[in-house]
């Protein structure tokens, strides 16, 4: 029997989306050309001889840390290695309580246990999908020491509510901007309110060189440790530094390792960090565009912006399924039958860390203290907004917002077709 025009593509029908979608990672001229500069320069890592020419990497730094209004940068190899540096360069005591959203990828709970801490799983705001300021608060114990604030997906945690926390129990603060470069909160850029913040240029980032990262602070002596830590216990030579001498100086405070970026990579990030405000209007348009196209449809919302957002930015756009309408495990199916329309892969949120494959420190026990081992146990804590929130949630990712208003209508066709297969929807007259 022959399928209807109507019929998904999941099940054998014709896609909606024949065309490609806009690509990503993207290059320029601009940074083509600062990377050839780099490959013809004859050094290509900071720890070699000097060739009498700036490193890409400080000039990277700079203008990374002009960028977010802020004196230091230190640049390293992930987001990993980043929150990794920073939770040493803090200086908590051994086993002290951090606490880490439940909802969020695997690294910050896994490079806040590999620093010799206790992550302490917090749930979400069902609204923001960031840390709960209120559950924050329920989880400190005399133990805590720390919060690690992530900025999730497209949103900004409630910054305000968690400086005023932070001043209450004296806690040094941890912001992760992975998820929201070139955000703005209050007027002031995502990464320029805590003690440290930290950034990941993995390649779905929309700052990326592929693998990268960054810590940015104010504070010069956290910046002195973290490029000890990121270099095997060296930092910038603070005096001039002769043709052929090495730019980096032995130092020792601390035991580090070499989590160095590499020039390449440095040369990437200067010649796309020009780029990033230009990228993050246009998604910033279409996702506004998107909005309004499927404002009609019953049962699906957006992730609604904290108000105090004065620039937002979108890591992946999301769609909320009301679950009075859709059951998990049909969100499930429509995320796949949406898929295959668009030619897209459309991904759910993370799991949450007590439910997350990937966060299994108790696989590893001699990665860790032994007495530390039971408090890590991510089985120990109740996430059930976080749950929920994974159950309910559908994203699409930022390089189709690089598209066209005529894109955006695919996609609401496209999920317009999905539903009007399903009996729990009717489609909007």
């Known amino acids: ?23 990503w990672p993207r290059s320029d001229a601009e940074t083509e050309r600062l990377v050839l500069e780099v490959l013809r320069s004859g050094r290509w890592a900071i720890s070699e001889m000097s060739n009498g020419l700036e490193l890409f990497e400080r000039r990277f730094a700079k203008a990374f840390a002009a960028y977010h209004e802020v004196p230091h940068c230190i640049p390293t190899t992930s987001g990993t290695s980043a929150l990794t540096i920073a939770f040493e360069a803090l200086g908590l005591s051994r086993g002290a309580e951090v606490l880490v959203p439940g909802m969020t990828w695997v690294a910050c709970a896994s490079a806040v246990a590999g620093a010799g801490l206790v992550p302490v799983l917090v749930d979400i705001d069902p609204q923001t999908l960031c840390m709960s300021p209120a559950a924050a608060e329920a989880a400190i114990t005399k133990a805590t020491e720390a919060v690690l604030l992530v900025h999730y997906t497209g949103n900004t945690a409630d910054i305000g509510a968690f400086e005023k926390l932070s001043a209450r129990y004296k806690l040094a603060v941890v912001e992760d901007c992975a998820q929201a470069h070139g955000a703005m909160y209050a007027d002031r850029p995502v990464g320029s309110y805590g003690d440290i913040a930290t950034f990941s240029m993995q390649d779905s980032k929309v700052l990326t060189s592929g693998e990268g990262g960054a810590c940015l602070t104010r504070d010069a002596e956290l910046a002195d440790r973290m490029e000890q830590y990121r270099a095997d ?180 066709t496209a999920l317009e077709k999905v539903l009007s297969q399903r009996r729990s929807w009717s489609v909007p007259g």
């Not at 999941?10 to 896609?15: E, Q, S, V």
């Open 233 to 412: 216990g060296r930092r910038y030579s603070r005096g001039p530094v002769g043709l052929g001498a090495p730019d980096l100086e032995d130092r020792g405070d601390v035991q580090g390792r070499n989590l160095c970026l590499s020039e390449i990579q440095a040369a990437v990030l200067l010649g796309r960090l020009q780029r990033l405000d230009e990228e993050n209007r246009h998604r910033q348009e279409m996702a506004t565009v998107l909005d309004g196209l499927l404002a009609g449809f019953a049962g699906v919302s957006g992730l609604v912006p904290d108000p105090r957002m004065t620039r937002r930015t979108y890591y992946r756009y999301c769609l909320r399924l009301d679950p009075a309408l859709f059951q998990p495990v049909e969100v499930e199916e429509i995320r796949e039958e949406l898929s295959a329309e668009l030619q897209l892969t459309l991904e759910p949120l993370h799991d949450p860390l007590n439910d997350c494959t990937l966060y299994n420190p108790m696989g590893s026990p001699r990665k860790y203290d032994p007495a530390l081992l039971p408090k890590l146990d991510p089985r120990n804590f109740d996430l059930p907004a976080a749950r929920q929130a994974r159950q309910q949630f559908l994203t699409l990712p930022h390089r189709v917002l690089l598209g066209d208003q005529e894109d955006m209508r695919c996609i609401a």
């Open 1 to 23: 029997m022959p399928l209807s025009a109507d019929s998904l593509a999941l099940h054998g029908g014709i896609p909606l989306r024949q065309d490609p979608w806009p690509s």
